[in-house]
């Protein structure tokens, strides 16, 4: 009968899961899986509609903050897209010296850099796919390397971004602050990253790639059927496009320099995102690329603000009050009773959280979808078996748990051939290089960013090797202890 009414529980998630591979928007799918929630609560559970009301209120009320950072992360992303802040990096890159061995280098530092700066992986890699694949053609330089490289690039801002939608969204579920995100996996972030840079370096020189070739020509090679196909799947990069090409100032960068800095200062998140857009428009007005005080508000502001209400932060309230009503019916505990079995410390569980979070990203083929789904379910888990001596050192676990949610989701995607991302990808690649056909599998065989990422966090975790990795070190016995292994010594 137990076995029953567990399942019984779990049908929202089943739910919700079959909405969202069917195709179905978060917008739809989380409405409906929170009313079927509702209804399982109330026939197996005999809750009333007003305690799954208070539970859902009281979700929502959680992540209220996160929703108003949201709205300014749109904000930000805008203004430095349109600005300059996005292009002044692409010609830093660009200004670097590009040869055949370097190329997917520079395209995937160029990358990550963007992709914090702009909170987009999909709108970077349109942005960038042009620039880099004809540069390495351009070059010499091999282009399964380079579109790889890229690719994980623009995930990197995805995973530690201050005003990425993932990064907002996987804090925000578990109960904590983005900065404080960026602040715990920053030097393991940073890490991968130049890990990644040498392994492209090293399999350039494995490979032999030497040419050399005028970069300064790329942006001829962007013709008006690239542009025309741009402009229908991502108009954004052509602002960025634009820019590249005319020229833009190179301090427009001082902005990202600005909100990175202040934000691994500790800087409030407010603060950080509010310096990002007011440097961005006066340092804007300066080299030309900004507008008008009132079109700022109206096209900017305004727009950036409506942008996020109209699916972002709308979708969250949803999923939150889902997340609510299956908490108030403890639905999660047969899993949370699983994890715990296959667990001896605490960061074994923790590990098996990522695990969790790993295959609900492959099984919903969705960044977001495992986002919203299982980051639910690794905080229940968390919560539902282990007990912690200090509020310090619970809140170092929900910083970890919303480091599985994204980065599992983010990097994760890009080593899942039948993930969205990489069918977003392969179809950019395809618009803006049609010399060679990529498919999804080419863009996994190099991804050494998405490697190095999802294999060191699963084993820095389960081995309690983040330890020697500074800010990032989970807390162990006896200050943290699975409640099984305290009733074993009482």
């Known amino acids: 009968m137990n076995v029953v009414v567990g399942f019984l529980k779990f049908v929202p998630v089943f739910v919700l ?3 969202m591979i069917q195709g179905q928007d978060a917008m739809i799918a989380a409405p409906i899986a929170f009313l079927v929630a509702v209804v399982v609560a109330m026939l197996v559970e005999k809750k009333k509609w007003q305690e799954c009301l208070d539970s859902a209120m009281d979700s929502v009320k959680n992540i209220l903050v996160a929703l108003f950072i949201l709205m300014l992360a749109y904000v930000m992303a805008n203004c430095f897209m349109a600005f300059g802040v996005g292009a002044s990096v ?5 200004k670097l010296g590009v040869t055949a061995k370097t190329v997917a280098c520079v395209g995937l530092v160029c990358t990550a850099i963007l992709s914090v700066a702009t909170g987009t992986s999909w709108g970077t890699f349109a942005a960038c796919a042009p620039i880099f694949l004809w540069l390495s053609h351009i070059v010499g330089g091999d282009i399964y390397l380079t579109v790889c490289a890229i690719a994980g690039g623009a995930c990197f801002g995805d995973n530690i971004g201050l005003i990425s939608d993932t990064t907002i969204v996987s804090s925000g579920i578990q109960g904590v602050q983005v900065t404080d995100r960026i602040r715990h996996q920053g ?3 940073i890490s991968c990253l130049i890990l990644a840079a040498i392994a492209f370096f090293i399999a350039a020189t494995v490979m ?9 020509t790329v942006m001829d090679n962007i013709t008006p059927e690239i542009r025309d196909f741009l402009l229908e799947e991502r108009p954004a990069a052509l602002d960025l496009l634009d820019q590249v090409a005319n020229g833009v100032a190179l301090y427009m960068v001082i902005p990202l320099i600005l909100v990175i800095v202040l934000a691994v200062m500790g800087v409030n998140t407010f603060a950080c995102i509010g310096s990002g857009i007011v440097s961005s428009y006066v340092l804007g007005l300066f080299a030309g690329t900004a507008c008008p005080l009132q079109e700022f508000l109206d096209n900017f502001v305004f727009t ?3 942008d996020a209400g109209a699916w972002v932060i709308p979708m969250m309230m949803w999923v ?3 997340g609510g009503v299956m908490q108030c019916m403890d639905a999660f505990a047969p899993l949370a009773k699983l994890i715990a079995m296959m667990s001896k410390k605490v960061r074994h569980l923790l590990g098996w959280n990522a695990v969790l979070s790993l295959l609900g990203n492959a099984a919903l083929a969705d960044e977001m979808a495992q986002i919203v789904t299982i980051g639910p379910v690794i905080k229940q888990v968390t919560e539902d078996n ?4 200090t509020e310090e050192a619970e809140y170092k676990l929900k910083l970890r748990n919303a480091t599985f949610g994204d980065a599992m989701g983010v990097f994760g995607s890009q080593l899942i051939p039948w993930h969205v991302y990489l069918g977003f990808y392969v179809g950019i690649a395809a618009g803006v ?4 056909e990529l498919t999804n599998f080419d863009f996994i065989k190099f991804n050494f960013t998405a490697m190095i990422a999802v294999i060191s966090l699963l084993i820095l975790t389960f081995t309690g090797l983040d330890r020697f990795i500074p800010m990032f070190k989970m807390p162990t016995e006896p200050e943290v202890q699975l409640k099984k292994n305290m009733k074993k010594a009482a």
């Open 17 to 19: 899961a079959g909405l």
């Open 90 to 94: 692409v010609n830093i890159a660009l």
């Open 187 to 189: 030097v393991w972030s």
């Open 208 to 216: 032999g790639l030497h040419g050399t070739g005028d970069a300064s």
């Open 304 to 306: 950036g603000i409506e």
């Open 320 to 322: 939150a009050a889902f």
């Open 386 to 389: 282990v007990v912690c001596q």
């Open 433 to 436: 290089y049609p010399l060679v």
